[in-house]
């Protein structure tokens, strides 16, 4: 079946521009979260739904990071007023319930570079 | 504030070797520790997973030993093969759901 996709692959930006990052989950996972890995670093958590709802959303660096998912399934994060320091792989995982220990299932990410 | 420290940075292993990775956690209310696996250009994908209920956690050629006194768990990973060539990262939470990751450690493992 299908996986975790995100999209675009790739995105390369103006520094103070405006950008969107899509994550499709897999079907049926009720829970989504947003990641960010800099460049020879671990994940680092930004946001965590379950539903539509952002049950957490204490990663998120500033107020100009926001994410959504009005329908309980697709989210975008949208980051405004982009700087340089905010290149880096954005990854999004899903997982089945909001009950504990349920496998996170990453997706392939995507490579934002801010010029 | 680095909640998850592992180490080392990298490691080189030959074939059939071992491969020995080591983490140190602060907080206490962790309650669930998962290593994870990241190919070049791939997200993580959860490899093994352990509570601190146990001690020892075996998964074909991968092992979690967990020290809960000591705030400590380690990879072992058994006859390395160069496919196991990969970032590995050790990471806890509680209750799975805001996961703190490690910095990561790049293995490569000699043919």
């Known amino acids: 079946g299908a996986g975790v996709s995100q999209t675009p692959s790739n995105k390369v930006t103006e520094k103070g521009k405006y950008v969107e990052l899509r994550c499709d989950p897999i079907?049926?996972?009720?829970?989504l979260y947003w990641y960010r890995q800099s460049l020879g670093q671990g994940p680092e958590f930004l946001i965590y739904f379950q539903g539509t709802g952002a049950a957490d959303d204490s990663g998120l660096p500033n107020d100009r990071f926001f994410a959504v998912r009005p329908e309980g399934s697709v989210s975008t994060l949208k980051i405004q007023r982009t700087e340089r320091g905010d290149s880096a792989v954005y990854l999004c995982?899903?997982?089945?319930?909001?009950?504990?220990?349920?496998?996170?299932?990453f997706g392939p990410g995507t490579r934002l570079t801010v010029l | 504030q680095q909640q998850v420290k592992q180490s080392p940075q990298s490691l080189i292993v030959q074939k059939g070797g071992i491969s020995i990775i080591n983490c140190a956690y602060e907080n206490t209310a962790f309650d669930y520790f998962p290593w994870y696996q990241q190919f070049p250009g791939k997200g993580p994908a959860l490899l093994i997973a352990?509570?601190?209920?146990?001690s020892e956690k075996k998964e074909g050629r991968f092992t979690i030993s967990f020290n809960k006194s000591a705030k400590q768990f380690s990879l072992h990973i058994m006859d390395s093969q160069p496919g196991d060539s990969a970032t590995y990262f050790c990471?806890?939470?509680?209750?799975?759901?805001?996961?703190?990751f490690g910095a990561g450690t790049r293995l490569f493992v000699k043919a």
């Open positions: 990471a806890a939470d509680t209750g799975g759901f805001k996961t703190i």
């Open positions: 079907s049926g996972h009720t829970a």
């Open positions: 352990i509570r601190p209920d146990v």
């Open positions: 995982a899903s997982s089945l319930e909001i009950l504990s220990y349920n496998e996170q299932f």
